[in-house]
């Protein structure tokens, strides 16, 4: 039995040569399937293997095996019509006429690819036909008039075809190729990872002390969340070793997950040790988790742990953002009759009762707030907000200035 086995473009005449065959051989393969290409080939013949392999193989009428890799195929096994499309087809001759008649009933009987085959027939004939260059995706090219295959034009543009037929520029490809060559770095140093430290706790004298030298020089960006889940979810002996590692990680990439730490955990021990960790940073680490902690102040249930987070630093920049959110207000929603009308008739006039209890407001006191105001300014005036307001107006407020021109 011969083999051919090819991929991609250069499969293109091989296939259109074979499906030549098989139309001309159809009327003797009556169950034939369909191996339609990417690139618009068509091929006849018995799928040996249509639900697995990377390969696609198939038996032609004489023997021949062709193999193909089936990220290009779409394999349909044999249906009437296909056998009525090439036994009609052997009967009609090669005129514009007949090709769009064909083009016609192949696509009201979804038969696209080889719809598509009679197109391009059809081009080769009369190639002003500028209807049936669009529906082959086509576009004219106006310095030279001539019709261009799209990923030509996208080409010209500056655009390379990617994953599930989407253009992208070069610079977003390469971005995406980065991501993806990211993603399977970050993948393989999690694995190791995760061994080294199976066997830093669990593993033998000799593998453990292998185990020990990684973990001490280890400074791999990639691995925060890893280490960070280490943190917050191990034993104590783990929790320890977490912190080890994220120290030898530099503290701008930590950045963002100790302000987490901070924010998001029960456990203020853990607390304490993020904002110890992000005070020994630099200005911008210090600015960054101060952004971050007072860009929670605006929600009253994050309203007290921002404030919390926040004193540790002692920037009076603070202040007045902090003296407007002492206070919240909250609607509370009272328990007791759910709601509804109930109607009553006496002495000849209708009563209406009843009804949902009306909701409630109440001033709820932000106490870590008034705190960390107390500590930024020496000052304990409560939650009297409007005391605050003036002693911050008598001393923080700019002084007028004179900007009257001296006399010449």
């Not at 696509?107 to 669009?134: C, S």
Request: with cysteine; glycine share 8%.
């Amino acid at each position: 039995m011969k083999r051919l086995r090819a991929n991609g473009q250069s499969f293109r005449n091989l296939a259109l040569a074979f499906g030549a065959i098989s139309i001309a051989l159809f009327p003797l393969i009556s169950l034939a399937d369909i191996i339609e290409l990417k690139d618009g080939g068509v091929i006849y013949g018995k799928v040996l293997n249509p639900q697995g392999g990377q390969m696609v193989q198939i038996e032609a009428e004489d023997g021949t095996l062709i193999e193909v890799e089936r990220r290009i195929a779409r394999i349909r096994i044999s249906l009437d019509r296909d056998k009525k499309y090439a036994e009609e087809i052997l009967q009609r001759g090669d005129s514009l006429e007949e090709h769009r008649a064909i083009v016609e009933k192949c696509a009201n009987e979804q038969m696209n690819t080889i719809a598509n085959a009679h197109r391009e027939r059809i081009v080769e004939l009369d190639p002003a036909d500028r209807a049936t260059w669009e529906a082959l995706r086509y576009y004219p090219d106006e310095a030279t008039g001539k019709w261009l295959r799209r990923d030509v034009v996208m080409y010209r543009r500056g655009k390379i075809k990617g994953d599930k037929s989407r253009w992208y520029t070069w610079q977003e490809k390469a971005l995406l190729d980065f991501d993806e060559k990211l993603k399977i770095q970050k993948r393989d140093a999690e694995r190791e990872f995760d061994g080294k430290l199976k066997t830093y706790f669990n593993g033998v004298a000799r593998l453990k002390a292998d185990a020990q030298a990684y973990l001490e020089s280890l400074n791999n960006p990639l691995l925060l969340s890893r280490i960070v889940k280490l943190i917050r979810e191990g034993e104590p002996a783990e929790k320890q070793l977490g912190w080890q590692l994220i120290k030898q990680l530099p503290i701008r990439t930590t950045t963002p997950a100790l302000v987490s730490i901070a924010l998001e955990e029960s456990d203020m021990g853990l607390v304490g040790e993020a904002l110890s960790q992000l005070q020994t940073g630099d200005d911008w680490v210090k600015e960054s988790a101060l952004t971050a902690f007072a860009s929670k102040l605006g929600n009253t249930t994050t309203r007290d742990r921002a404030a919390y987070c926040m004193s540790p630093f002692v920037d009076k920049r603070y202040i007045s953002i902090l003296i407007n959110h002492l206070l919240s207000t909250q609607v509370v929603q009272p328990a007791g009759n759910p709601g509804g009308l109930n109607a009553g008739v006496g002495n000849g006039n209708i009563g209406l009762g009843g009804g949902a209890t009306p909701a409630q407001r109440r001033v709820v006191q932000h106490k870590d707030v008034l705190n960390t105001l107390a500590s930024l300014t020496g000052e304990n005036f409560g939650y009297n907000i409007d005391q605050w307001r003036v002693w911050f107006a008598q001393k923080h407020a700019v002084q007028n200035l004179d900007l009257r021109r001296d006399e010449y």
